[in-house]
């Protein structure tokens, strides 16, 4: 999530006292602070204070300074990454750094900045541009472990950098490959679980095995869950399961489900990922809100905490414990 990283400033810009050194970090050796942290009203902006210090003190081991995240906050706040730098030179201190910002960031109301503050608390994934996306997902998988759970794109860094106790969505209990499972005493994948590059055809392997082989319990197959996936890639119901009834192995399914879904664009496959790990329930329909409305009643611990669809699944299923 890089981006172009401004000059190290001149010495006759910078502080003469060595305060910039006593304030800045060593982010070889220590994490920034959370972008959730305010500073002069700000989310995002304490971090990214960190990370340019750390900059013009040569300790920024591999931590980016306006990389893209970065340029939600220098976008809003009109203070180009230029500006911040020279003032971050000067060796203000945190006191002296806020008054600064709110001298020279655009007027805006307060009401806005608690809106945007908000805005950026709450950002998924999906509400990031295809770009930003990709660039994000392509982060989670380099740098988060396996089956992590993300609600928020500030969720990723405050995992990272051991803030926050992540969800997984991998079973407690390994789920043997390529065979059916008995569903009536097992759990199929989370949704979240891709096979072939998708999210929900994991899940849907796992119910149509069980029911070639009659294990399925109270699971189907080709439910309105499974049918949002068949939809987008093209793909029978019928035509998956006889190829899954072959014997065929997860790594001959997930090809073969790559060779024949119409979809082919790694972005927009992508992106679809994305809106589905991040829907919320008050995006379905009515009748599906409805539905899952008696459901989660009927299924769920009563102090469980639904933040997306998939939630339903992973908690129901003891991934996600309450």
């Known amino acids: 999530m890089s981006a172009h990283v401004p000059s190290p400033l001149s010495p006759t810009q910078t502080d003469t006292d060595g305060q910039l050194k006593d304030l800045a970090l060593d982010l070889t050796q220590t994490y920034p602070r959370s972008p959730r942290a305010t500073l002069g009203g700000y989310v995002l902006a304490a971090r990214i204070l960190d990370k340019c210090r750390a900059l013009v003190n040569n300790t920024m081991g591999a931590y980016k300074y306006g990389s893209s995240i970065d340029r939600l906050f220098f976008d809003f706040s009109g203070i180009t990454p230029e500006q911040f730098q020279s003032a971050v030179a000067q060796g ?13 960031a655009t007027l805006k109301d307060d009401s806005e900045i608690v809106q945007w503050n908000n805005e950026m608390r709450c950002i998924r994934v999906s509400d ?34 051991e803030r926050i106790k992540a969800d997984s969505f991998l079973s407690p209990e390994n789920t043997p490959d390529d065979q059916a499972l008995d569903l009536s005493k097992q759990y199929p994948r989370s949704p979240r679980a891709l096979l072939g590059g998708f999210v929900l055809a994991g899940r849907m392997l796992d119910k149509c095995r069980a029911v070639i082989a009659e294990t399925q319990g109270d699971y189907d197959f080709d439910c309105g869950l499974d049918r949002h996936f068949l939809g987008f890639s093209e793909i029978k119901a019928e035509d998956f399961k006889a190829f899954v009834a072959t014997g065929a192995t997860d790594t001959a399914i997930g090809q073969w489900i790559q060779e024949h879904a119409k979809p082919k664009d790694p972005e927009q496959i992508m992106l679809w990922n994305n809106e589905w790990l991040d829907k919320r329930m008050e995006e379905q329909a009515p009748a599906t809100q409805a539905y899952m409305e008696t459901y989660i009643a009927d299924n769920l611990p009563e102090n469980a905490i639904i933040r997306v669809l998939f939630d339903v699944f992973d908690i129901e299923e003891k991934r996600i414990q309450f």
């Open 92 to 104: 203000l201190n945190d006191e002296q750094f806020e008054t600064w910002l709110k001298q020279n």
């Open 128 to 161: 990031c541009t295809p770009d930003l996306q990709g660039r994000l997902t392509n982060y989670i998988k380099n740098n988060l472990p396996e089956g992590t759970i993300i609600y928020s794109v500030l969720d990723i860094f405050d995992i990272e950098e």
